[in-house]
């Protein structure tokens, strides 16, 4: 394990709101990560290796980040995923997000333009809230 905590030990201590690997309960083995931004967007991350995919485990480890957040008092957290990664988005539904708009952008590194589905979760009771700044910045 220590071969996983020094190569990702950097990440973990970016300043971020709350970063979390995600592990087997089995053997505690790190097979992807959550993070969330601390101001702005709560930008709700994710990846998972892709052997590990469509099993739940980011539905689960998810649903607990979200009781940790709101347990906090982060008021909402955004996500997005490209259009053609729509699985990614049946994860943000499945962890009670709401799709609000979509928009374009300028994906780097590859330099070639993305549209981007946004959807959103208000933590705090908020149900008429949107973060608009993707939306404001480009849009389609």
């Not at 089995?26 to 590990?52: C, H, M, Q, S």
């Not at 705090?124 to 404001?136: A, L, M, P, Q, T």
Request: charged fraction near 25%; aromatic fraction near 18%; charge should be positive.
């Amino acid at each position: 394990m220590a071969f996983y905590k020094s190569r990702y030990e950097s990440v973990y201590t970016r300043k971020r709101a709350y970063n979390y690997a995600v592990c087997l309960k089995t053997d505690n083995y790190p097979i992807g990560y959550i993070n969330v931004g601390a101001k702005g967007a709560y930008d709700f991350g994710y990846a998972l290796r892709k052997e590990f995919w469509r099993n739940g485990y980011i539905t689960e480890a998810g649903g607990a980040v979200i009781e940790r957040l709101k347990k906090d008092g982060i008021p909402y957290i955004t996500a997005t995923h490209d259009i053609n990664n729509p699985k990614s988005g049946k994860v943000m539904k499945r962890l009670n997000m709401i799709y609000q708009y979509s928009y374009e952008e300028q994906w780097q590194p590859k330099n070639y333009l993305v549209t981007f589905r946004m959807y959103q979760l208000n933590l705090d009771g908020n149900g008429s809230r949107v973060y608009k700044e993707y939306w404001n910045n480009t849009n389609i």
